[in-house]
C-alpha cells in the first residue's frame, strides 16, 4: 500500500467543479492548523519537538499560521522547527499577521497599517523559513468592531483582499459573503481575484478545549466529525500552540491524535492547506 506522501506525489486528483468559487475535492477534506501564536518562551517549549513527532508516528498533514512576532521572540526555536520540516509535505508553515492585526473589521485599521503589518510578519518568515508564505490565517481582534459580511462589504474591506493578493497571498480564510466559511473552499473571482482560495475554517479548540463551551471536548469533536463526515461537508480543525500545549495536563498533544484518527475512520482525507490550494490552483489553470 502507497504511502500518503507516495499517493500526495502521483494520484490524479479527483474531479472539481468550480462554480461560485467552490472547490470539490473527490473526497470531503480534512484540514488540520495550528495557530502557532504563543510568545512565552519557557512554557511553550518542547511544543515543537513533540508535534514534530506526532505528526510523523501518525502521518498527520497540519498547517502552521505562525504570528510574526511569536517567531521574533521565539527565534531559536521557530529557526530548529524550520530546519527540522524543511521540505517534508506534513508541515506546512504560513502566516497569522505579525502582531495579531484583523481583516474585515467595520473599525479596522488602515491599508497602511495592515499592509506594514503583513510585510513586516511576511518578512520574518522569509528569514526564518526560507521562503515567503502564501497563505494567511484571519486574526479575530475583539477591539476593531465587528466583523463585516464580507470582503466585498465595503470599499476598504475590498481593499483589503487587494492588498492581500498584491502581497502575493493565494490563500485565506473563506470570506465571501454567501458561503460557508465552516465548510466551504472558495475562490474570489466575484471580487477580481480568481487565483485565491478561501479555505473553510472552524472549531477552534479556545472554545472547545480551553473554554469547554460544549461539555466534554473528546464527546464534542468526535460528534462533529461524524455529523460533518455524514453530510460530506469539509471540516476544519483550529489548534492554538498554547491552549495545546500549557492548558492541559500532560503534553502527548492526544487532541491531535484524536481528531486524526476520528476523522480517518469517518472517510475523511487529510492534507494541509497548501495541498488544498495546489489541487485548486491546477483547476483554474
Not at 531559536?76 to 499577521?97: G, M, N, T, V
Not at 478545549?209 to 461524524?226: A, L
Request: charged content about 30%.
Amino acid at each position: 500500500m502507497m504511502t500518503r506522501r507516495q499517493f500526495m506525489n502521483t494520484a490524479a486528483l479527483g474531479a472539481a467543479a468550480i462554480g461560485l468559487g467552490n472547490f470539490k475535492p473527490e473526497k470531503p477534506q480534512f484540514i488540520i492548523r495550528f495557530d502557532t501564536e504563543s510568545r512565552q518562551r519557557e512554557e511553550i517549549k518542547g511544543f515543537f519537538e513533540k508535534v514534530v513527532s506526532v505528526q510523523r508516528t501518525h502521518d498527520i498533514p497540519a498547517s502552521f499560521f505562525c504570528l510574526g512576532a511569536a517567531i521574533v521572540k521565539r527565534e531559536s526555536e521557530f529557526r530548529a522547527f524550520a530546519r527540522e520540516i524543511k521540505e517534508d509535505p506534513l508541515f506546512d508553515p504560513q502566516d497569522h499577521s505579525y502582531s495579531h492585526v484583523g481583516l474585515g473589521y467595520a473599525e479596522g485599521k488602515s491599508i497602511a497599517v495592515l499592509r506594514a503589518d503583513y510585510e513586516k510578519s511576511f518578512s520574518v518568515h522569509e528569514e526564518v523559513f526560507g521562503k515567503r508564505p502564501i497563505g494567511v490565517s484571519l486574526c479575530g481582534t475583539k477591539v476593531d468592531g465587528p466583523h463585516l459580511a464580507g470582503f466585498g462589504a465595503t470599499e476598504k474591506s475590498r481593499a483589503e483582499l487587494d492588498m492581500l493578493a498584491a502581497l502575493g497571498v493565494r490563500m485565506v480564510n473563506t470570506f465571501l459573503s454567501g458561503h460557508d466559511s465552516r465548510h466551504e473552499f472558495i475562490d474570489y473571482s466575484e471580487l477580481g481575484h480568481p487565483e485565491m482560495m478561501g479555505f473553510p475554517s472552524s472549531n477552534s479548540d479556545n472554545g472547545w478545549v480551553r473554554g469547554r463551551k460544549f461539555g466534554d471536548p473528546v464527546e464534542h469533536i468526535v460528534s462533529q466529525i461524524q455529523e460533518n463526515a455524514a453530510s460530506g461537508k469539509h471540516m476544519a480543525i483550529m489548534f492554538h500552540d498554547d491552549t495545546e500545549w500549557i492548558d492541559v495536563d500532560d503534553k502527548e498533544l492526544d487532541m491531535l491524535k484524536l481528531v486524526a484518527d476520528v476523522a480517518r475512520e469517518n472517510g475523511y482525507e487529510l492534507s494541509t492547506h497548501l495541498e488544498c490550494y495546489e489541487r485548486f490552483k491546477r483547476r483554474i489553470a
